[in-house]
């Protein structure tokens, strides 16, 4: 089998890698662990970056599972830091024109995009994969910009029912969606989306979380082939 991990930035994964560099045989760009074939792929921030290097990724090579695993911020005060979620749905959070009062008229609302055409299904985009037993299901946000002021937050909840916020996840499920790529997106929040605090972040929490829950389900593929 033969899986790609892929992340916005390699701390966000470098426990996994430092685990795989340890347990697994290197031969060309794949780390074989075991049966399971392991490829990694370091996009840089962003949807622009993730977009063009998966679409440069995919028209190469098919992959049985892409897993995307990244940090990201929660709507909810109740979620606690270090959750791990598989997000099931992304959307585009700040795709359209701002108008005169500050809100966002979103690239749907203006009628220049078919909110049902592919890959978007009524202006989300779904994990065919759907929910899952093993982690807790979310709807993600994708900015390019980060909420950090209590008036664009309050605006944004208003606007988008979500669960997560990054910068990579609609990206990442609109390349895997067209290129018929089978995926998974699990999001481990760092903080709750919140006016900007980054006193109340915990990096090293999230970054922990995501990795033992992405080793796990590493280990798990591998005792099953």
């Not at 700040?94 to 979103?106: A, F, I, R, S, Y």
């Not at 209590?150 to 990579?168: F, G, L, Q």
Request: with cysteine; net charge negative; charged share 20%.
């Amino acid at each position: 089998m033969k899986v790609l991990v892929v992340s916005a930035t390699p701390f966000e994964i470098a426990p996994t890698m430092k685990h795989l560099g340890e347990h697994a045989v290197q031969r060309e760009n794949s780390l074989f662990f075991g049966l399971l074939e392991v490829q990694t792929l370091i996009t840089g921030v962003g949807s622009t970056a993730t977009a063009f290097v998966l679409g440069q990724t995919f028209a190469k090579q098919k992959f049985d599972l892409a897993i995307q695993a990244g940090i990201g911020g929660a709507f909810s005060p109740d979620v606690a830091l270090g959750t791990v979620f598989n997000v099931v749905s992304e959307q585009f959070g700040d795709l359209g024109v701002e108008q005169k009062d500050g809100h966002l008229t979103d690239v749907f609302e203006m009628e220049l995009a078919d909110r049902s055409a592919p890959p978007f299904t009524e202006g989300k985009m779904l994990n065919p994969a759907g929910a899952s037993d093993f982690l807790p299901s979310a709807k993600g946000l994708t900015v390019n910009k980060v909420h950090g002021s209590e008036k664009s937050i309050a605006a944004i909840r208003r606007k988008y029912d979500a669960d997560v916020e990054s910068m990579e996840g609609a990206a990442f499920f609109y390349a895997c969606l067209l290129a018929g790529q089978p995926f998974l997106e699990l999001r481990s929040i760092s903080n709750i989306v919140e006016p900007r605090n980054r006193d109340n972040w915990d990096l090293p929490k999230a970054i922990d979380a995501l990795n033992q829950t992405l080793l796990e389900m590493l280990e798990t593929i591998k005792s099953q082939l």
